[in-house]
């Protein structure tokens, strides 16, 4: 894939005309609903590089983590269970109402595919797991980083799916690497699309956008919720922790089961994304029932130990009495088998 084609598409005059009925569009880019800090200031630069080039060792797995095999037979369709697959990171594989929906499908083994030093994925050979995946009624992205939308996969992809919901904004990226924009549906915050008996609304974090030095938050980020006649899902995006989290709780909660971001956090960034005990917050805030914390065991993109994020959380959602499950990569489960937390990290170094 040529380095040109990683960043995407240019904004387009009609991206520019739908992005200003947005209330989240403010002249040039969008913003989050509370003021935020993108990043680190160049006076932090020397610690910042230092934290980052220090005990490389421990931020990734000493092996590749295995991932199972996909059990086509376990995952037939259903139109009363849900069914779910974390493949690491920010990829998930859902089943709900006999819909098969893939989140953030980012099968690639490197999540900078434009710098210098390459950002290796702790498992191996992962873009080949798309050929053994089942129909796909729709895939949704949260937003264009490169370690939720990946060149490599989208391409691999774009054969097998003929329904596409995306962040505003995101369209532009597809269709330059070949989708039929017809096929896609873009969101805004608290829009809402239907895909058979799954009611999906897009719903805001707190992040930012870009694939490149010149596209920063020119188009959208956020989460999804799912409501069906049996189950209510919240996928929490990326994102810092804010007031949002108690606002769709209190809006679209209780929730079955959520998806909350839990690694890649560092003191330089406090806003874009949440320390792991701020994630049990967030989950308490949304009033979710099991919480599983996804965002890590993918790639080591912050400063700290590959397992520190979900062990921080597991410590955290027990002080504060909130059930959660940690699902092995690449096994299914089912909603219906009472999920409990497992340890299975514990295995690897």
Known sequence: MSLKAQFGASLRKKDLEKFK??????????HNLSPTLMGFSLGNLPEVLKDNFSNRKSRMPQAPLPIKNFNRTK?????????????????LL??????????????????????PIKTKRFSEDTIEIIDTLPEIDAILITHDHYDHLDLSSIKKLI????????????????????????????????????????????TPSRHFSGRGAFDR???????????????????????GYDTHFKTIGEKYGPFDLMFVECGQYYKHWPQIHMFPEESVQAAIDANTQIAVPIHWGGFALAPHDWKEPVERFAKAAGEKGLQIFTPQLGEIYTLEEKLKANNWWENYV
């Open 217 to 239: 938050a020119q188009s959208l980020w956020g989460g999804f919720i799912f409501k069906t006649a049996d189950y209510s899902v919240y996928h929490s995006g990326d994102g």
């Open 21 to 30: 009925i947005s209330s989240a569009w403010k002249g040039k880019k969008f």
């Open 75 to 91: 995952f037939k369709k259903d139109d009363h269970s849900l069914k779910l697959v974390w493949y690491g990171h920010a990829v």
């Open 94 to 115: 859902l089943q709900l109402s006999g819909k098969n929906i893939l989140i953030d499908p980012m099968f690639g083994d490197d999540a900078s595919p434009i710098a």
């Open 159 to 202: 054969p097998r799916v003929k329904n596409w919901i995306v962040a505003l904004g995101v369209s532009r990226h597809l269709v330059k690497w070949g989708l039929n924009e017809e096929l896609i549906t873009e969101l805004d915050w608290w829009d809402q699309v239907t895909l058979g008996p799954i009611n999906i609304t897009y």
